[in-house]
């Protein structure tokens, strides 16, 4: 990668580390689903003023008709569900905890990718890597399952679910929407998310609680505008450019972010079980990283 792409990975990964914090926060105050209903409207908002600023990157309804599926299924995969598990997974362990088991998307993209991607075989540092990664998952699980099924294992075994969903829209996006601006990639998922999770709200929410705290709404306006908007713009400019396994892999950054947040400003503890697990991890994307680069120099 070059210079600048490094800076960018690097802000993109230092603002997903954070995000863990604030929707820890905000759950305090609302549920799962309107958090994520209001972060996707701010995060939408955002994206829909950088649009209008940039008249070079709109296009016309029938060209954007011939997309209009793939983003209402990114809408589902890459934001509603993940989203939505993740915000309820967060109810039940710990910010830190969840920023580590976000890493576990290279994981999962390194089973997918090499289905549909044919730039992105598997090889044998995969392979190993994707085996020390979860190695590291285990461990990371560990010390709450000797605890018996409780709603710990259930909370970190709902958030794998939502890396599993990352790691497929990943691929989808590389492989059917590759032709359109990285904005409106962006813009366009993250409306259609917009639109399901506040469809689901109107049917669930009942009575709707919006947000009481300023906390609350410091925490979604940065979910939407940073988290949200400004990271996926970042995500999707990075994406064709350097290819999903290796995007995937600024998950190193937001599991250091957010332990070290989770445990300066919520106290929360960490067994060495999960230093361990969290090191395995980092470790197992390291190989795959560190290998793609050296077979592409």
Sequence with gaps: ????????FGLVGLIWGTSFLWIKIALEDISPIMLV????????????IVIALNKSIRISWKDLKKHLI????????????????????????????????????????????????????????????????FIGVIL???????????????????????????????????????DLPYQLQAFLQLAMGMAIIWIIALFTERPMVFPQLPITWLALLWLG???????????????HKIGPTRVTTVTYIPPLVGVTLGAAFLGEVFYWQTLLGAALILSGISIVNIKKKQSTT
């Design 1 to 8: 990668m070059k210079s600048k792409d490094w800076v960018l």
């Design 37 to 48: 209903g209001f972060r996707t409207l701010f995060g939408s908002l955002g994206l829909g």
């Design 70 to 133: 793939n983003f209402i299924i990114l809408g589902f995969i890459n934001i509603a569900i993940p989203w939505m598990l993740i915000s309820w997974a967060e109810q039940f362990i710990d910010s830190g905890t969840a920023a580590i088991l976000n890493g576990t998307v290279p994981l999962f993209t390194i089973i997918i990718s090499p289905i549909f991607v044919e730039d992105d075989r598997i090889t044998l540092p995969k392979l190993s890597g994707l085996a020390l990664g």
């Design 140 to 178: 990371l699980m560990l010390p709450s399952m000797q605890a018996g099924w409780n709603d710990n294992v259930i909370g970190q075994a709902v958030f794998l679910l939502a890396t599993l969903s990352y790691a497929v829209s990943t691929v989808f996006a590389r492989k059917r929407v590759h």
């Design 225 to 239: 505008l940073l988290g949200s908007s400004a990271a996926y713009l970042i995500y999707f400019s990075l994406l």
